[in-house]
């Protein structure tokens, strides 16, 4: 029986990945041993840790434009702090476009002044800011590009004359963008990087050692490029996990090919959200995600019917994030469009039952 699985994370993974992933953890690279076995100082990760940061920045396009990649852990939540800590020196903005990026704001806060220069919680986070006044006194400026719960994306991004820190958890390998536009991007993996465990960060070398404090070695972004994201013993499966899902993507066709099928999934769930008579969706038109559609039933009273229909439909991972209720399809990269199909056809369905 086939799981279309939505999930919003960890979420999933081409099943080219799963298969040679669990294949390593049985015998990696034929050697007899398994991958998580290994010292993580063999030449055989090493390898595989050094192409994952050298395929990040080909796929991106950063090539020898002056950054570095690192794979680090603690998820999106301790790089919050990792930011602040290397890079708030007196003052920071923060661009509140929902729940991660108040957590970002708020860990920020314990570090140095934080100032939140725009906000759309004034209407429950259903729209992303336009036409914002940029202080030019700020170490940085921090933006979520995507935000799950809510189900909002930067479509256009602000411009800035200091350092622009990107969270793209959600969205990092999802769409084309001029990366090199940002200073700073991070995501945890369990997205579309590859799975939960690993942090990983994208650095524009000259923003750092700027800091006029000692910032502790296992928080400082400079001591682990020195260390070639090794200062501490890394996530080895996943960071192999993330190597092999950078390989897919390169070989489907790298991020164009994954824009044009995201935007074709999300272009057929949307549809379905506004045709259907039993659904709405909250985000305003312009600032949709391509990532995760989030939507709600009319009438609350057929929610348990809908879930026991989505059950029987061998749909997993449907529900809304627990602070706001509703459904959330999260289609990221991995997920087929013959997924989108099936969902889509259930709501059909469903809607005649009714």
Not at 5 to 32: M, R, T
Not at 90 to 95: H, L, N, T, V
Not at 119 to 128: A, E, G, L, M, T
Request: aromatic share 10%; charged share 20%; hydrophobic share 40%.
């Amino acid at each position: 029986m086939k799981i279309h699985n939505f999930s919003s994370g960890p979420s999933i993974l081409p099943k080219e990945v799963l298969q040679k992933a669990s294949e390593a953890v049985v015998n990696f690279n034929n050697s007899g041993l398994s991958l998580i076995e290994i010292s993580h100082r063999d030449p055989a990760f090493v390898e595989v840790l050094n192409a994952a940061r050298s395929l990040t920045l080909e796929l991106l396009d950063l090539k020898d434009k002056g950054y570095s990649v690192l794979f680090l852990q603690g998820g999106a939540s301790m790089e919050f702090v990792r930011i602040a800590t290397n890079l708030l020196n007196k003052k920071a903005g923060y661009i509140n476009t929902g729940n991660w990026a108040n957590n970002a704001q708020m860990e920020a806060s314990f570090i140095g002044e934080v100032q939140e220069i725009a906000s759309s919680k004034d209407r429950n986070y259903s729209y992303i800011p336009k036409s914002i006044h940029i202080p030019q006194d700020l170490d940085y400026v921090h933006i979520t590009s995507n935000n799950t719960i809510y189900g909002t994306q930067y479509s256009e991004f602000p411009t800035v004359d200091v350092p622009l820190v990107c969270d793209m958890s959600s969205d990092l390998f999802s769409r084309v963008l001029d990366f090199s536009k940002f200073d700073l991007i991070y995501a945890c993996a369990q997205k579309n990087a590859g799975t939960s465990g690993v942090n990983l960060v994208v650095i524009k070398n000259d923003i750092l050692g700027k800091i006029e404090r000692e910032i502790p070695n296992i928080m400082n972004y400079s001591k682990h490029i020195e260390k070639e994201s090794m200062y501490n013993t890394p996530a080895v499966f996943s960071v192999y996990v993330s190597y092999l899902t950078l390989n897919w993507i390169k070989d489907k066709g790298g991020i164009a090919a994954m824009e044009r099928r995201n935007r074709a999934k999300a272009h057929l769930m949307y549809s379905e959200i506004d045709r259907n008579s039993l659904f709405y969706g909250t985000a305003q038109q312009q600032d949709r995600s391509i990532m995760n559609a989030v939507f709600y039933l009319n009438e609350p009273r057929l929610t348990t019917l809908f879930d026991d229909w989505c059950i029987k439909n061998s749909i997993y991972g449907i529900k809304g994030h627990r602070t706001v209720g509703g459904y959330r399809a999260s289609m990221y990269n991995a997920l087929p469009i013959e997924s989108v199909q099936h969902l889509v056809g259930v709501m059909q369905h469903f809607e005649e039952s009714i």
